[in-house]
């Protein structure tokens, strides 16, 4: 378990981390999303003990990585593997070294380098290509590379830095396949530093949005996607302006496999003998599920009721102020 209490971080004067709080329990699939410079690089650079914080706490399994010494230190790293968006091959070494050469630098016996890289090869779809030169291989075939080189060290952890930020969305996916299947199988921690939405979405049980060096909104994916919290809404620079600036607009959240959009609106049209716009509507992948939002439109009158409704039955929703109405109340406040 990785846990951050209170983390500060600072360059000289700049102060890129603020009080960082999260836990990042084994087995998870973690991101870390947000702008560019929002510090997710510098995050995971403090997890694997390349750069130092000034204010805090960050263990692992319970123990301080600013405490070790210079041995703990090296064993720690060794845990960690990492993975970056310009794969950091050898281009002169064929595959099969390139995987090899970790463990040559820690002086296991060749006969288990040998195992192991064929193992890995093989976990990676790329027996086929062990005495090939990273040159001639594709974007996706090299990051599967790299994936078995950063595993070679029987890594607990797996760090992705923006390992997807070069590929094409089918290479991406197909690489995400990977990630989750290693995860899965081998029961790896993998935490993703991303500023891509789908990567989140497809692969991440939990998330933590960055933005200034702060953490603006996290939880499970799920429910922060649900929530739609602001910081996401500026992730997916989402506008309100679209939605009626008349009577009162509702967004629910619901998974496809319980309920579809239709039979939610039509039911709940029916069971309170109301009428409603739909406004919006989208379904969007997760790892394991479909989940749908709908926005709706209600009046002022039929606001308590339809709420009401949704509570009763559990449903998440939200309401959304078109950002129109908002600068009307801002004006308002200041006259
Ligand atoms: N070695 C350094 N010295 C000084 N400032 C740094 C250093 N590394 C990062 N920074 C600053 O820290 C802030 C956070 O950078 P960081 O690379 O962690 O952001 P990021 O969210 O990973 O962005 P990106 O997605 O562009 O890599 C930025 O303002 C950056 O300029």
Redesign the pocket.
């Known amino acids: 378990m990785i846990k951050i209490s209170g983390l500060k971080k600072k ?2 004067n ?1 102060e ?2 603020k009080n960082i709080n999260l836990t990042i329990e084994d087995g998870d699939i973690y991101g870390l999303v ?12 403090c997890i694997n003990g390349l ?1 130092d914080y000034q204010e805090g706490s960050l263990t692992v399994d319970g123990k301080e990585v600013k405490n070790f010494s210079s041995y703990e230190m090296r064993e720690f790293r060794r845990g960690m593997g990492m993975i970056f968006q310009q794969f950091s091959l050898l281009n002169r070494k064929t595959v099969y070294q390139n995987v090899a050469t970790p463990m040559q630098c820690w002086n296991y016996p060749k006969d288990e380098i040998d195992r192991k890289v064929k193992e890995l090869l093989e976990l990676v779809g790329l027996s086929d290509k062990m005495d090939a030169k990273p040159r001639n291989l594709s974007g996706g075939q090299k990051q599967r590379v790299a994936i078995a080189r950063a595993l070679s060290m029987d890594s607990k952890v797996l760090l992705c ?2 390992a997807t930020s070069a590929l094409d969305p089918k290479t991406t996916l197909s690489i995400l396949e990977l990630l989750k299947k290693i995860n899965k199988e081998r029961g790896i921690t993998i935490i993703i ?1 991303t ?1 891509q939405m789908e990567v989140v979405r497809n692969a991440c049980n939990k998330i933590s949005i ?1 933005e200034n ?1 702060e953490i603006a909104a996290q939880g499970e994916t799920k429910e922060i996607f649900a929530q739609r919290p602001k910081a996401l809404q500026n992730l997916l620079g989402e506008e309100s302006t679209k939605l009626p600036n008349i009577g009162r607009n509702i967004s629910i959240a619901h998974y496809v496999n319980d309920i579809s959009d239709g039979m939610l609106i039509t039911k709940m049209s029916s069971d309170l003998n109301m009428t409603f716009s739909v406004v919006d509507g989208q379904i969007l992948n997760y790892s394991d599920d479909k989940f749908g939002t709908v926005i709706i439109n209600v009046t002022e009158e039929q606001f308590p009721a339809i709420t009401k409704y949704l509570n009763d039955r559990n449903y998440e929703w939200r309401e959304i102020v078109s950002s129109l109405e908002k600068s009307e109340v801002e004006d308002n406040d200041i006259n």
């Open positions: 360059f000289d700049l890129v981390l947000g702008r560019s410079g929002a510090g997710k690089s510098t995050l995971l650079r750069t830095d923006e530093v500023h960055l060096g």
